[in-house]
């Protein structure tokens, strides 16, 4: 039931040509992502965002009321970037439960797809919940470009559930949009690379020291954020200063040699994303940049 | 003018999404390369096919009477897949003479999309015409897999004529289409490796001995075809005893352990395409199989 694909990215492409009708909807959770916008209107789909709980956890109430005859999918992305939180297995069973509910009434049920890409990368013992135990009709994307470090080189595949009603239609369906996508197959090479590394071990400890690191700068700047529980991003609150404009806060950081990434672009206004997959030393040096960045404002 | 991209069927499914809207049409002289009917369709595009003239030369006139305000493009393939045929520098011309003739007169500048991947691999002392020279709203793709033997590492480029109008929309247009359909790079080793092997040598004298080898084989059973001026396609009429029954014929040879493409499905009933990238113990073991499937029909 696995399909090889061009990294996780061409996978939901693939995935969301097969599986959508002109009109359907895909119901995210925000903050996402921002190119899951394009890869569903890519095939005539309108993305219907759903804004998480107040601590970035799944509004399962929230999805269920955007649930509709017109939902193809539900799309969770866990450890999610851009606010590194994990979803819990009490959240993965209480959306498949809600997901059932809806199938049964209106006929058609959705897919459940889970964009893991980060899934290796977690911290303080945290580790991702399967959707295939609790949701029959899911579909796993992932690339190797993080878990194996081998980022540009677009080899990933799509997993759907061996217990989905239609996994035959589904694998053929996404066969063929890898042909007329152009995408064609996973580079020839780097399948090889991964069949051969696929035990290999990746010190994601590197990547647990930074966002340390990086929290602490924050901390002793006075912004706010989520604590990552996987991937590299830090999902922080604009200072008060700012009244949520994350654009305008963002222009403010860059004087400052800062990038940072505005909320806004992922469905997430009044935020901004850091991603801590850069050197020991620029964090290092981020500490005083950040310090003065929010004096600025008083 | 230079977009990198994962091999050339990326690269056209790159180009159209940049370049159709709902309702737009693209002429490809018949016959083609099944798949672009794929790639034209992902993103609301209609193909209209132009029979070439009966030695498979472009129709300018056929495609002169295709031409609408909605007409996006005309895509040819030279050396074509499948009748290995090579446009002349005067088809090229004459065809730019039409579109910009076409331009003047409703206001709407048709692209001119030349795909070559097999521009390397020509016989005969041919090489492939540029279009370039002749029509400045031209747009080249390509892919290393043919004339480096690179299959399956999936490295072209987008190439947008340096003289194209609007080229610099063109070109943003590409880029952001190749992250936004989730190609997002070409495979970044391989990127390397075609920046080392830009001036490889590679020995295409072994297509052309086993296209001559295959064309023996034909000859010696009867059967007719395109002598191929590149690529490693044999275009080849069915027997007349089959009637033009391509889908029939294709399945007669199979019982002879041969095996070719129905000549429906590159827009081309009445014919079949045999493949030459085989090893020569298989050419040559398949004269026997040739003679026998032809000697069967009687």
Known sequence: ??????????????????????????????????????????????????????????????????????????????????????????????????????AKKC???????CDEPYRAITYDGASVASAFKAYDSSIVVTSFAKNLSLPGERVGYICVNPACPDKADVVAACIFTTRILGFVNAPALFQKVVAHSWNAKVDYSLYEKRRNML?????????HYVRPQGAFYLWCKVPDAYKGDDMAFC????????????????????????????????????KAAFIAAVKDLH
């Open 1 to 102: 039931c696995v399909v090889m694909s061009v990294g996780a990215a061409g996978a939901l492409n693939c995935v969301f040509k097969a599986l959508l009708q002109e009109g359907d909807t895909v119901i995210v959770p925000a903050p996402f992502f921002a190119e899951y916008r394009h890869y569903v209107h890519n095939f005539g789909g309108t993305l219907i965002e759903v804004p998480c709980t107040e601590d970035f956890s799944l509004d399962i109430d929230a999805i269920e009321k955007a649930l509709s005859p017109k939902t193809a999918a539900v799309l969770i992305n866990s450890p999610n970037n851009p606010t590194g939180r994990i979803y819990t297995q009490n959240e993965i069973d209480r959306l498949a439960q809600v997901l059932d509910k809806h």
């Open 107 to 113: 006929g058609r049920k959705p897919y459940l797809i």
């Open 215 to 223: 929290m602490q700068n924050l901390d002793q700047a006075g912004i």
């Open 251 to 286: 222009e403010h950081l860059k004087k400052h040699l800062i990038l940072a990434a505005p909320g806004s672009g992922f469905g997430g206004k009044g935020y901004f994303r850091l991603a801590y997959c850069v050197s020991e030393k620029s964090i290092a040096g981020s």
